[in-house]
């Protein structure tokens, strides 16, 4: 699967460093860049990239004109917005972009932010030949629709098929089964996990990025070095004065987004 891939910056040089970084990654296709986002509607509307990399301030239209005039539209794609001011946080999560990277731009978080990008397009990709395949199956009519149909009803989601629908813990003798859709948080202590569902807590002997793998990143993200939250559990976002975040889950319980995941706020509509 290649990324095709627009870059919206009102700086050349900045157009120009991203564009060499991201040719780095191989399922990258960097389509074309523009200078305003004028040029980025016109451009996103006739080349219908799969993400487009948006600078936030620009003369004329801002980067956030630009995602709400394609919000809902057939051309819009998945917007990332790179920009030297953190400030824009909160308004770039209300606007529905799926990260937000702070220039200068450091390379392990772009290589983060494109590997969001491809498990979310990957996803639609999925949910999109799924509807297909049973639009295929209701023009077929009789037993064989009725017995394709069931397989597609007993598989995984769409999108999660790679990913973990049950934990299976070992605790004095048995074996608990958790569902992760029911998980509130993660958090580490030593080499041990301390899964948060309710008011019960489940110990996990595994490391947090290997449990991170296991997880549907649509759904859970990394907020701090030692914690995972379930993104659906969130009932309340509050930015703090030193840049960092705090969350409320519908559990009560508060969880602190450290500064080098804070564009995790952007990923919570």
């Known amino acids: 699967m290649t990324i095709r ?66 919000l809902g539209t057939a051309e819009q794609p998945l917007f990332i917005f790179v920009t030297a001011f953190d400030r824009y946080a909160i308004d770039a999560f209300e606007t529905h972009a799926l990260d937000y990277l702070l220039k200068p731009v450091d390379e392990a978080r772009l290589v983060e932010t494109v590997r969001l990008a491809r498990d979310r397009l990957a996803a639609a990709r999925a949910l999109e030949q799924n509807a297909r395949l049973r639009a295929l199956l209701a023009r077929m009519g009789g037993p064989a629709q009725d017995a394709a149909a069931a397989i597609l009803a007993d598989s995984a989601p769409p999108g999660e098929s790679a990913y973990d629908r049950r934990l299976h813990i070992k605790d004095r003798g048995r074996i608990v089964i958790v569902d992760v859709a029911e998980i509130d948080f993660i958090d580490a202590a030593g080499d041990y996990m301390c899964i948060h569902v309710g008011d019960e807590t489940h110990i996990l002997r595994e490391t947090m990025k290997a449990l991170e793998r296991r997880l549907d990143p649509a759904r859970f993200q990394r907020i701090h070095r030692s914690a995972i939250v379930n993104l659906e559990r969130i009932a309340e976002v509050r930015p703090h004065a030193n840049g960092e975040c705090f969350l409320k889950l519908r559990s009560g319980h508060e969880l602190k987004v450290s500064r080098s995941y804070k564009s995790v706020v952007m990923r919570f509509a």
């Open 5 to 70: 891939t627009l870059l919206v910056d009102d700086e050349p040089l900045a157009l120009r460093g991203l564009e060499i970084r991201l040719s780095a990654i191989a399922d990258v296709e960097v389509v074309g860049t523009c200078a305003n986002g004028r040029e980025a509607i016109r451009a996103i509307r006739a080349r219908r990239p799969d993400l487009v990399f948006l600078d936030i301030q620009m003369p004329g239209l801002d980067g956030f004109a630009v995602v709400r005039a394609l």
